[in-house]
């Protein structure tokens, strides 16, 4: 027999609902290094030359990409999956180099001719991940959407 008035199952008081895999970022800077992320991670499948074969201009036909493709997939774990993830030291410093250098690399190659559209959608999401980053580094950061304080 069960004592009067206990429950048999539902969430104890106390005790938190675990949150689900993917969180919601709820900065500017976590909002702009995100989606800067996910568009250049799309822009490599993107044609970054005119002319020739699809698989020969891609963005996955450079080994340097192939590299960044790794790079943007673990900031969008950083971003999107912050509590299975330990912090990051100087996490805004990290993310303004993440973008930087990206579009570094893409700047790099912006001055030959027949430059795809993949190519230039990837030049603006790292510099839209640099910006993010720029924010959080300088401590301009805002929360964004809810309730403004």
Known sequence: ????GRRLSGPRPGRPRPAG????????????????????LLALFLPWSVG?????????????????????????AVIFTPDWLPRVPQRGLVLLSVGAVGAG???????LPL???GGIVFLI???????GGGIAVLGQDRVVGGPQA
């Not at 995100?34 to 250049?40: C, F, K």
């Not at 999401?125 to 910006?131: D, L, S, W, Y």
Request: aromatic content about 6%.
């Open 52 to 76: 020739g074969r699809y698989t020969s201009s891609w963005g996955f036909a450079s080994g340097v990409n192939i590299v960044m493709a790794l790079v943007l997939i673990g900031v969008l």
């Open 125 to 131: 999401a790292t510099v839209v991940i640099a910006v």
């Open 21 to 40: 895999v993917i969180a919601v970022p709820q900065l500017l800077s976590e909002w702009l290094v995100g989606i800067g992320a996910l568009t250049a």
């Open 115 to 117: 430059t795809g559209a």
């Open 105 to 111: 690399n893409r700047l790099d190659r912006m001055s």
């Open 1 to 4: 027999m069960r004592p009067a």
